[in-house]
């Protein structure tokens, strides 16, 4: 068998190369042109159509604001918590966990706040009826402990503020409440 030189082999194997790559490219190019179907346009939206729900929620600004709000209440007050806000369907939007909060209170403020917006109700009320319907304890996601305060507007719920890692619930409540505050402004 004859030995063909490496500069062979090499030039041989370039070409090879270069005639696959014009191949493959000139494939593709056909195929981008041979009848593929544009995009469909956006759908148009009627906002009278009855079979469709409107909704009111926080912006992320708002929730990050009235999260800020209620960290500084706590901070004023010499406390170190957690706060979360949460959107009407209970989905955090922001948390955040104040320098010195403790490990559980990032969790608990979620679920304060998930109660809340729940029930539409502060939690500090809520843990009232649970005497009369205790399995209310029960539900996935919840905590009926004082620290969560719904955000209404015009009596609907859109979301809630939650807090947790003061000494009590009620201080958790108050700083909630201050982050309330600041959205009815």
């Known amino acids: 068998m004859k030995k063909i030189s490496v500069r062979t082999r090499v030039l041989t194997g370039t070409l090879a190369a270069a005639a696959l790559a014009a191949t493959v490219g000139a ?9 593929t179907p544009a995009a469909p346009a956006a759908v ?10 409107q909704s009111t929620g926080l912006t992320i600004d708002a929730a990050t604001r009235a999260a800020q709000a209620t960290l500084d209440a706590a901070a004023k007050a010499g406390q170190h918590v957690s706060v979360a806000v949460v959107d009407r ?3 955090t939007r922001v948390l955040l966990k104040g320098d010195g909060a403790g490990p559980q209170s990032p969790e608990s403020a979620q679920r304060k706040a998930f109660t809340a917006v729940s029930w539409n109700a502060p939690t500090s009320e809520l843990t009232k009826r649970l005497a009369q319907a205790p399995t209310l304890k029960d539900i996935p996601g919840t905590l009926f402990l004082a620290g969560g305060a719904p955000v209404q507007s015009k009596g609907a719920p859109v979301a809630a503020i939650g807090v947790a890692g003061a000494p009590s619930g009620d ?10 505050a600041v959205l009815a402004k």
């Open 44 to 53: 148009k939206v009627d906002t009278q159509n009855k079979n469709l729900a």
């Open 89 to 91: 369907d209970g989905v």
């Open 171 to 180: 201080l958790d409540e108050q700083f909630a409440q201050a982050g309330v």
């Open 27 to 35: 494939v593709s190019a056909s195929a981008e042109t041979s009848g």
